[in-house]
């Protein structure tokens, strides 16, 4: 990529009792047509631990509180141009679920206020058979996965995409 330092990121890969996954939809700040879908989550702050944060980040982007926070499912690393900038990201993604399936993006930046248009529960069949862009772009199949197969037993590192 570019050498500059990785953003460190954690996301929350969040299962509902019925075992769907809770995906944000997003946009393109002042283009709503460049549209896609993603799991919650953000940037670590100050000396926060990736735990912390992926809590932190699902109750700004969805109030969602009541979680039970599980095992590191997948890494990558990302690099995509948003908001006139490029973004260069190690993420992890954590299993997590909830009983809690109302949702209240009440704790949004101002870049989110203007690039978060909603969230909606998928269900596996339902993202499999989507012609809407996801992040990252397996996550069909590893959702497949996950419910066939349960949490692997080390993090999947995933190949690294470049937008």
Do not use: K, N
Request: charged fraction near 35%.
């Amino acid at each position: 990529m570019t050498g500059r330092p990785l953003r460190r990121v954690a996301r929350v890969v969040l299962l509902d009792p019925d075992d769907r996954i809770l995906l944000l939809h997003g946009h393109e700040p002042g283009d709503p047509a460049d549209d896609w879908w993603f799991t919650p989550g953000g940037g670590l702050e100050g000396d926060e631990t990736r735990e912390r944060a992926a809590l932190r980040e699902l109750r700004e982007e969805t109030g969602i509180t009541e979680v039970e926070l599980g095992p590191v499912l997948w890494r990558r690393v990302c690099s995509f141009p948003f908001a006139g900038r490029r973004w260069d990201q190690d993420e992890w993604y954590y299993l997590a679920r909830t009983s809690q399936t109302a949702t209240a993006a009440e704790g949004l930046t101002e870049l989110e206020r203007r690039s978060v248009a909603g969230a909606r529960w998928w269900t596996c069949r339902e993202l499999t058979e989507a012609h809407e862009t996801v992040y990252p772009t397996r996550l069909a199949e590893l959702f497949r996965r996950l419910l066939d197969e349960g949490p692997p037993d080390r993090p999947e590192i995933l190949d690294t995409e470049i937008a």
